[in-house]
């Protein structure tokens, strides 16, 4: 079975600036089966319901501002309308009520990963939204219903990050250590996933040290890892498998369910 990942995916220019993340993501496509396809719920598409894309040829979205280089970079992956349907279809038997785009590109939470992963662009990619004004357990049931795409070689993949404070980001530079609050809220979150602790991180607001301060409102960044728990089934334990700091107060470590 293929598997569900959570990505930290960071800045985007680190597709362009070698470091220990930018190393760990060219690797990481080799640590597990070649996929069919993937389902990448990326951080930067926020919609009211689970939307999906459908267009055949997805654009390059460059949301961000950056070094000129950045928004020469281009990634050709195709699309799968048939995969989106079919995913579509699973989450309204499961009762959420969810939707298509067809006209909707690949954002950088979609791109920086996946171009360091699989550089030839020849795996179809379908990109899924995040709710901000739904909770965790609404996330965790959109996994849920997409877990049976896993048995068909489709990686659900959820890019966004394990700690995002950007308010604070100024206060360091690229290669600064994280903070107590940082370190505290990132440990807390390994032992949880490793433990496969859901009704932690479902209440993760009141359980995590420092909750609302590593995710401020609207949380955007954190909610692609309950999907991508929720496709590992009810109380999958992950494994981490990259740590790493960039800024301080941004954690890249990253989980597989496997």
Known sequence: MTPAVFVSHGMPAIVVQPGATHHFFRGLGQTFDRPEAVICV???????????????????????????ILFEKHYPASGDPDLAHDALQLLIHAGIDAGSDPSRGFD??????????????????VQLSVQTELDPQHHLSVGR????????????????????NLAEIHQYNLQSPPPEYVIAFDTW??????????????????????????????????????????????????????????????????????
Do not use: C
Not at 49 to 66: K, V, Y
């Open 145 to 164: 219903a997409l877990q049976p795409l896993r048995e068909r070689g489709v990686l659900i993949l959820g890019s966004g990050g394990a700690t995002h």
């Open 42 to 68: 990326s951080a930067h598409w926020e919609a009211v319901r689970p939307m999906l894309t459908t267009a055949i040829t997805p654009e390059t979205i460059h949301d961000f501002s950056g070094p000129p």
């Open 108 to 125: 950088h939470g979609v791109w920086v990963p996946l171009m360091l992963m699989y550089p030839e662009a020849d795996i179809p990619v």
């Open 189 to 258: 979150l390994e032992e949880a996933i490793t433990q496969g602790r859901e009704d932690a991180l479902r209440n993760y607001k009141e359980e995590g040290p420092f909750a609302s301060r590593n995710h401020p409102y609207p949380a955007e960044h954190f909610l692609p890892l309950f999907v991508a728990f929720g496709a590992a089934g009810p109380g999958a334990r992950g494994r981490l498998i990259h740590k790493a700091f960039m800024y301080g107060v941004l954690s890249m470590a990253t989980y597989i369910w496997d």
